[in-house]
């Protein structure tokens, strides 16, 4: 199985940068995911680390440390629509076959 | 980019009825489907591994005769709740994995299902 922890909830002003971590246990890694979720929707694709690093992609950029079980998403320029879930998913091919397990999520709140 | 049609979007049912759920992609194969119920302020949870042509891989603690999936096609996977009662309602999604996926490809999902139970 796999132990994923992010924080619950976090908040912040419009304009400015939030990193949301996550750290991970897997039997076997192919990978990390995160997700974006607003209320009622499906997920939307955010980003994909395999490499270690730093993945820079428009606003947001993601890093991976998979000796330390390890990735933060990270917001720039906050914008009110960014308030949503945000979801850490790595993908533990230990399982045998393609598939992800979600954190429970990051809730976001960016204020004015 | 890829696209996975899930219908209906919402529905409203009486406990005891069964729903179904299509989950269909429409400009790609999928071998595989994922089913994922996801409760209110909490985490996707995943039900089952749908496969194209067998049957489907549940999660523990997911009754197979209550949620039945079928995926006949590589184009459409369903999830039937039967005999529902309330405490099936919740949100439920699937997404879809495209029969060339790479080891980086990412899943494509459905527009969610929310079934309430009365």
């Known amino acids: 199985g796999q132990n994923i922890d992010q924080p619950t909830e976090m908040t912040a002003t419009e304009g400015a940068i939030v990193q949301i971590n996550c750290t991970y246990q897997?039997?076997?890694?192919?990978?990390l995911f995160w997700y974006q979720q607003h209320a009622g929707e499906a997920p939307t694709f955010l980003s994909y680390?395999?490499?270690?690093g730093l993945e820079e992609k428009g606003r947001f950029s993601s890093f991976l440390s998979r000796s330390k079980g390890y990735s933060y998403l990270l917001l720039k320029e906050l914008q009110m629509k960014d308030s949503a879930s945000y979801l850490c998913?790595?993908?533990?091919?230990?399982?045998?076959?393609?598939?992800?397990?979600f954190g429970k999520g990051t809730k976001l709140s960016v204020i004015p | 980019g890829a696209v996975v049609s899930q219908h209906p979007s919402r529905v409203i049912c009486k406990s005891g009825t069964s729903v179904k759920i299509e989950c269909r992609s429409l400009?790609?194969?999928?071998?595989?489907m994922f089913w994922y119920r996801q409760f209110p302020k909490k985490s996707l949870m995943l039900m089952a591994t749908?496969?194209?042509?067998?049957?489907?891989?549940?999660e523990q603690g997911v009754e197979k005769d209550k949620f039945l999936i079928n995926h006949a096609s590589l184009t459409l996977s369903t999830l039937t709740v039967t005999s529902a009662h309330p405490e099936d309602s919740s949100f439920y999604i699937c997404?879809?994995?495209?029969?060339?996926?790479?080891?980086?490809?990412?899943?494509?999902f459905g527009s969610g299902t929310q079934l309430s139970v009365l």
């Open positions: 998913a790595p993908w533990d091919s230990g399982a045998g076959s393609y598939q992800l397990t």
């Open positions: 400009d790609f194969q999928a071998t595989t």
């Open positions: 897997t039997s076997g890694f192919n990978g």
């Open positions: 997404s879809a994995r495209p029969l060339q996926a790479t080891t980086n490809e990412k899943l494509f």
């Open positions: 749908s496969n194209e042509g067998s049957k489907a891989t549940y």
């Open positions: 680390n395999v490499l270690d």
